[in-house]
């Protein structure tokens, strides 16, 4: 009845069943997270179809899990056993561009990249840049609240997300949020949605607000000893008063996996390296950069400079953004997301390092260091069944790490499968039944992503 039903919802090859056609959409980028192969992918293009796929499989009762890009890293786009994947891949239209108003109205599938490229023809910036928005899509940014470089400074894609069309666990069809530039009209519904992780219901579109065309950045870059050391730095920085538009941290391991596969000659200087980037315009901007370069050399830089070469200062960021793709090159990859106090990221990063040494693994660490949300890794070669179980054990540490500190144990990639346990700790049981409630008053039927970010038997 299943399968009968979805073929009479959707036209002919818009409903995969082949087994090796629906293993494509199994599962998300993360490391570790279990899934099954799905019963069916199904591929609507509008939300009329996407509300008759949710009605039916309500009556079948048979869970549902979206996907957008599949570039997830915590097992939130994994199938569940006996479940079918919504996948957004052909809804990707840029619906409308308002100048006046400066916003955008987008279909779920609309990767990033193209979003940003769009608007920057019409003189207007949308800012959230996760390092994955060469692919990833505006509807997996909103499911996981995504961030990126810039949000240090202007925030992450919640702040973006005016207003949205979804359906919800009924197979209803809402609009949620609003078009205008504020609102007090009722709860903030479409604020609820960001970030929920398929579990509330299915964005079939949405509104996003869009800033003029940004600045001309300044870019500064600082090499340094240890992690503890650049901590220093990204203290000193904020301390300043400036407000970087970007404050990156990448590490020599992530540097040296980039150099294996492009060649880009970027280990050269030291173990640790610093990119930061000023978009206060005129002489402000010029001012800032100065003030950041003086903040890298008062924490100990063992080289620093402001780049005069723009191509130069681009082909760093772009090297930052291949860091996760080169590691994947080395074997699976073990990736945490946690984001603590500013104040504490120096603490933090010794913490890491001593976690590393006493489980035996080696961490390489990524971080968007300017808001202090830090992204620790461990590579997993082929077959070492024993770092990989070394890699779990601190791991967890960490995220209890970040918790103990007053942090959270997900920045921006979502909680999913690998943060349920680290969550349940974060929230308080109270908070947690808050959630519970919430659930179910969009999804009664329970079918929309089951067993993420909640354990089942809580």
Known sequence: MLLSGLDRLLPAGRVLTDPDAVAAYAHDEAADAPYATPVAVVRPTTATEVAAVVEHCVAEGVPIVARGAGTGLSG?????????????????????????????????????????????????????????????TIGGNVATNAGGPCCVKYGVTRDYVLGMEVVTGAGDVVRLGRGTAKSSAGYDLAGLMVGSEGTLGLITEVTVRLRGARAPERTVVGCFDDLPGAGRAVAEVMASGVEPSALELVDRFCLRAVDDW??????????????????????????????????????????????????????????????????????????????????????????????????????????H?????????????????GTRQRGAIAFERIVDLAVDVGGT???????????????????????????????????????????KVFPVDE
Not at 94 to 114: C, K, T, Y
Not at 272 to 297: K, N, P, T, Y
Request: charged share 20%; net charge negative; glycine share 10%.
């Open 369 to 385: 260091a300017g808001d202090g949300n830090l992204h620790p890794m461990v590579v997993v070669p082929p077959g070492d069944e």
């Open 76 to 136: 939130g786009a994994n199938a569940v056993p006996g479940g079918v994947i919504v996948s957004f891949e052909a809804m990707n239209q840029i619906l409308a561009i308002d100048d006046g108003e400066r916003l955008a109205r987008v279909q779920p599938g609309v990767v990033n990249d193209d979003l940003r490229a769009a608007c920057a023809a019409h003189g207007l910036w949308y800012p959230p840049d996760p390092s994955s928005s060469p692919w990833s």
């Open 409 to 451: 144990v997900t920045g921006e990639h979502g909680v999913g499968l690998l943060k349920m346990r680290g969550l349940a700790r974060e929230l308080s049981p109270a908070v947690r039944a808050m959630h519970r409630a919430v659930k179910k008053a969009f999804d009664p039927a329970g079918i929309l992503n089951p067993g």
């Open 262 to 367: 492009k060649n880009m000659g970027l280990t050269a200087e030291g173990n640790v390296l610093l990119l930061a980037r000023c978009d206060a315009r005129g002489a402000v901007g010029d001012a800032d950069a100065e003030v950041v370069l003086a903040a890298f050399d008062a924490a100990g830089a063992t080289w620093s400079a402001r780049s005069t070469d723009e191509a130069e200062a681009d082909a760093l960021f772009a090297a930052r953004r291949l860091v996760y793709p080169a590691l994947v090159r080395l074997g699976s990859v073990l990736t945490e997301d946690i984001c603590v106090p500013r104040t504490v990221v120096t603490t933090v990063l010794a913490r890491i390092e001593a976690i590393a040494a006493e489980h035996d693994v080696h961490i390489a660490c990524l971080a």
